[in-house]
């Protein structure tokens, strides 16, 4: 059996998981998610622990069941406690901030960009460098804060740009001044 795929996930007290038909749903205080799940999965709830198994040992089921149990025990812990992903800005005159629900980010551009969030997704600015991105879906949490780091891309050589908090970007040597020839 899959190492992860076996593992039983524990429901939290204040959470309520449901299987009906070929989709999960997990409600909690965060909100409410759902998924479709493949017929060749099985899920069990049995009081506050859910355990899935596949129908057949073929390569594609075995692979199906590590990524199944994945999801949902990411879906627990996203109506439970949530998830964030923290956004710095390096560089002169670049700006965070909030207006609303929307954000707005001054990038060096003619114009301030403004990102409005999906469903589910907050934003969080600390300062004016730091920016959180905040849900209970784990995918489109790193969506999103993958789509805010594109507005402006650190660059290799001062390092300016919008980066997840503490990633190291390797940094190139700038031009090196050419010597006279006397």
């Known amino acids: 059996m899959s190492r992860i795929g076996r593992a039983p996930i524990e429901i939290p007290k204040d959470v309520t ?22 017929p060749s999965i099985k899920i069990k709830i049995e009081g506050s622990v859910v355990t899935v198994s596949r129908s057949s ?16 025990s990411n879906m627990i812990k996203g109506v439970h406690t949530g ?4 956004l710095e800005i390096t560089g002169v005159g670049y700006r965070a901030s909030k207006e609303g629900k929307k954000l707005i980010l001054s990038m060096g551009y003619s114009h301030p960009v ?9 934003f969080v600015v600390e300062g004016q460098t730091k920016v959180k991105v905040v849900g209970a879906d784990k995918q489109a949490v790193g969506q999103v804060a ?7 891309p650190v660059e ?12 190291y970007v390797r940094r190139k040597a700038g031009k090196a001044a050419a010597k006279s020839a006397s």
């Open 17 to 38: 998981v449901t299987f009906s038909g070929d989709t999960v749903s997990v409600k909690g205080p965060k909100g409410t998610l759902s998924q479709k799940v493949d």
């Open 156 to 167: 290799p050589y001062k390092g300016k740009g919008i980066r997840y908090a503490g990633q």
């Open 57 to 72: 040992e073929d390569k594609k089921h075995k692979s199906m069941h590590g990524l199944y149990r994945s999801l949902v």
């Open 146 to 152: 993958s789509n805010i780091k594109y507005v402006r």
């Open 114 to 122: 403004s990102v409005d969030p999906p469903a589910g997704i907050e």
């Open 83 to 86: 998830f964030e992903k923290n």
